[in-house]
């Protein structure tokens, strides 16, 4: 009895500090989600794809609005060059230049792997914040390359999530993420990203490389460098519109 | 009639070599037209009898928006099993399939495939589900044996498998290759993994649904189940029917050469003997043959060589036939990528029809060919005939 009544004074204590943690875990996540989301951007890129024996790179530029709206053009190689894409509220057009057609991306292609990498679709077009869709605790710190890191754990707070949980080491000083672990629900490991080259621009902090890898795949992953990156721009709201995906 | 066919074999016999040579063609002609087909009637026969066995039972209910052929028709392709079928589920004479889109990993490999949820304990088709029973810490599969070709998987193998919930939520657990099966029937293999159908529908949270039902009497009426399409036996096995039909007609021509070939032999050898034996049909209407009577000899005498040519057949063909049907005909190259249900060896079904028709068939058209020529001979003036004056 009186070692029962010890136990649950410990946990009492305990309480306020452990929700303490979630409020500073999610109030990091949501640092975390200033700095990487935008009212809009201007983006060049380019997307190094690993594979088992030769890589290939794909060059593109992209315009974002909020979560909802992207325009993205792919510059090179000369096959995909004048590809366009266009995310509009959860839907997807592809304007293929060799065919002339636009082409809705739907369903199970949404799935399907895009130029090759080991982002899908879907992967691009969920770019909800973070504080919209998990839930945030704090598990430990770490260093990550010479970075002080706190892990933080997310667990997905909505049901139409693609992953069910996520590890996230999270620059202590400058709130941005390093290193993004992404499991199943079963909790096996499926993908992870590990982002470099923080730069400072207009006041935030980014990650300038990122790189993408497919935990159950063979392969060398999917490298994804930014070269040009500018916020809060003016972007003419028709290049968010199908007719502007052939021209 | 009788003294027709007593002079038509003499004369047959009388001509010799160029008698023989003409059976000879005329009973490959035989052989060869029979055995190909009994290999089709064995491929049509083989393929349903193992599309039954493995994949469609006596008939099927697909849920309405399952299309086999547009795999994005999958994510909505399931409902709670109609309670109609429910009895007939329990006594094991239907079995519910639950079917899902996942990724199998391989060795680090990356493949699609769709996962499809099988009771374990099912008698009514020979995927050997009894492997799904495997007590094991991860999920047992069974697999076809082009599948485990395609992913280089083995039996006792581990790979990851990953899938989505109903919410679209990413899932993935390891599956041990608990058994292969060879069925012959590739879209029963092929991209295909079997779990257990519980199991399946717990990952998935989609309890107590099905993509489809498959029942084992193929019962000609059946009722009909609102959202469920009735997919007969028939149905299911239309594309083979349309194949072996297409087949047949490409089989046809080569029918026709062969025929073409033997026909020519016969031919010319009707108009050599109108030619040569002009004396001899002179000497026959003298006797008090009419012309008519003569035209009938000289057919009688060409068909004959449908009938040796039978006895031939049947002398060295009748054994090769037989051997056939016991050993089959594998065939030489990989039947698996066909995407039919083929098997690697062929066993021809020679049935009475089939036999009867083939011979009616060679023995009226060497008839006809043998009455063309001959009609010259109700043309000749029979003195000059005596005679031997050509004509």
């Not at chain 1, 009895?1 to 306020?16: D, F, G, H, N, S």
């Not at chain 1, 500090?17 to 975390?32: M, S, Y």
């Not at chain 1, 754990?153 to 069910?164: F, P, Q």
């Amino acid at each position: 009895m009186k070692i029962k009544t010890i136990y649950l004074l410990a946990w009492l204590l305990t309480l306020p500090f452990a929700n303490l943690k979630a409020q500073d875990a999610n109030a990091i996540l949501d640092r975390v989600d200033k700095n990487m989301s935008s009212d809009n951007r201007i983006m060049e890129s380019s997307m190094t794809i690993h594979g088992k024996r030769s890589s290939r790179t794909v060059t593109s530029k992209s315009w974002g609005v909020g979560t909802t709206k992207a325009f993205t053009e792919y510059l090179s190689p000369a096959s995909e060059k004048g590809t366009k894409m266009l995310k509009l509220e959860g839907q997807l057009w592809i304007y293929s230049p060799s065919t002339d057609r636009i082409i809705q991306i739907s369903g199970h292609m949404l799935r399907q792997s895009v130029m090759g990498s080991d982002l899908s679709y879907e992967d691009m077009m969920d770019d909800r914040k973070l504080t919209d869709v998990y839930d945030a605790r704090m598990i430990g710190e770490e260093k990550v390359g010479d970075r002080k890191t706190v892990i933080l754990e997310l667990k997905a707070k909505v049901s139409d999530v693609a992953y069910h949980s996520q590890k996230l080491w999270v620059d202590a000083e400058r709130y941005v993420p390093l290193k993004q672990d992404m499991f199943a629900r079963s909790g096996q490991l499926l993908k992870r990203t590990e982002m470099s080259d923080v730069r400072q621009v207009n006041g935030r902090w980014f990650p300038f490389t990122a790189m993408y890898r497919d935990m159950l795949k063979q392969g060398g992953g999917t490298e994804f460098k930014i070269t040009d990156i500018r916020f809060d721009q003016q972007i003419p709201d028709y290049l968010f519109t199908k007719a502007s995906l052939k021209k | 009639m009788r003294l027709a066919i007593q002079l038509a074999y003499r004369n047959l016999i009388g001509a010799g070599l160029r008698t023989w040579l003409n059976v000879i063609v005329l009973s490959f002609s035989f052989v060869v037209i029979i055995w190909l087909k009994g290999i089709m009637a064995g491929w049509d026969h083989q393929a349903k009898n193992d599309m039954t066995r493995w994949e469609i039972g006596g008939g099927q209910y697909w849920h309405q928006a399952y299309d086999p052929f547009d795999p994005m028709t999958l994510e909505d392709s399931h409902a709670p099993i109609p309670s109609a079928l429910s009895s007939e589920i329990a006594n094991d004479e239907a079995e519910p399939i639950l079917m899902v889109q996942g990724t199998i990993y391989p060795k680090g490999r990356m493949q699609s495939v769709i996962i499809r949820g099988i009771r374990p304990g099912q008698t009514l088709l020979d995927v050997p589900t009894q492997s799904l029973d495997t007590l094991t810490e991860v999920i047992p599969a069974v697999i076809g044996s082009v599948m485990a070709r395609t992913s280089r998987l083995e039996k006792g193998d581990y790979a990851v498998l990953r899938w989505r919930d109903v919410n679209g939520t990413f899932d993935a657990a390891e599956v041990l290759i608990a058994d292969i099966f060879a069925s012959n029937v590739p879209s029963a293999e092929a991209g295909q993994i079997y779990i257990p159908l519980e199991k399946l529908r717990s990952m998935t949270s989609l309890q107590g649904q099905a993509t489809l039902v498959t029942f084992r009497d193929p019962e000609p009426e059946r009722e009909a189940i609102p959202g469920w399409t009735l997919k007969t036996k028939a149905e299911l096995t239309k594309q083979i029917d349309e194949l072996i039909k297409t087949k047949t007609t490409a089989q046809s021509i080569f029918y026709f050469i062969l025929l073409l070939l033997a026909m020519l032999a016969i031919f010319d050898t009707q108009v050599l003997s109108i030619f040569r034996r002009q004396k001899e049909i002179g000497t026959y209407i003298a006797l008090g043959y009419t012309r008519q009577q003569v035209v009938g000899l000289f057919t009688v005498e060409g068909t004959m060589h449908a009938a040796l040519a039978a006895v031939m057949a049947t002398a060295y063909g009748l054994p090769f036939l037989l051997w056939q049907a016991k050993v089959g005909w594998t065939m030489p190259m990989d039947t698996s990528q066909f995407g039919m249900a083929i098997a690697q060896t062929l066993f021809p079904v020679y049935t009475v029809g089939l036999v009867v028709t083939t011979v009616l068939i060679i023995t009226l058209t060497t008839a006809i060919v043998s009455y063309w020529p001959s009609r010259k001979i109700a043309k000749m003036n029979p003195t000059e005939a005596l005679r031997g004056k050509l004509q």
